[in-house]
């Protein structure tokens, strides 16, 4: 059974920081590209970061350059979201989500496995 699970969210500070994991089982992340989405209350799923399965090719989104770094290590079968310099519009679901090979554009059409999110929120 293919299945993607976040973790690492939580309450945090602005400024702060967190780090989300998402841990793949049924498959292996070899062959497959890994999106991190979030959405707001009220606002559209949005493509926050995406890593391609080969050449590690990144997309980020402008909202969260220079702050947000993803990685992926297959030998654990996981991929993270490590945020830094967190700001409260950061708040949101974040979902982690799988699709073979590329990376796309990033966006959530784009993708055929979630996870089922874990909530991040910035405040003081």
């Known amino acids: 059974q293919v299945q993607l699970v976040e973790s690492g969210g939580g309450l945090v500070q602005p400024g702060g920081s967190l780090r989300l994991s998402c841990a793949a089982s049924?498959?292996?992340?070899?062959?497959?590209?890994i999106g991190w989405f979030r959405q707001a209350p009220g606002k559209e799923r949005e493509g926050v970061s995406c890593?391609?399965?080969?050449?590690?090719?990144?997309y980020y989104a402008d909202s969260v350059k220079g702050r947000f770094t993803i990685s992926r290590d297959n030998a654990k079968n996981t991929v993270y979201l490590q945020m830094n310099s967190l700001k409260p519009e950061d708040t949101a679901v974040y979902y982690c989500?799988?699709?073979?090979?590329?990376?796309?554009?990033?966006?959530?059409?784009?993708?055929?496995?979630w996870g089922q999110g874990t909530q991040v929120t910035v405040s003081s």
């Open positions: 890593i391609s399965s080969s050449d590690g090719s990144t």
């Open positions: 989500a799988a699709r073979v090979w590329s990376l796309g554009l990033c966006r959530s059409y784009e993708y055929d496995y």
């Open positions: 049924g498959f292996t992340l070899d062959y497959y590209a």
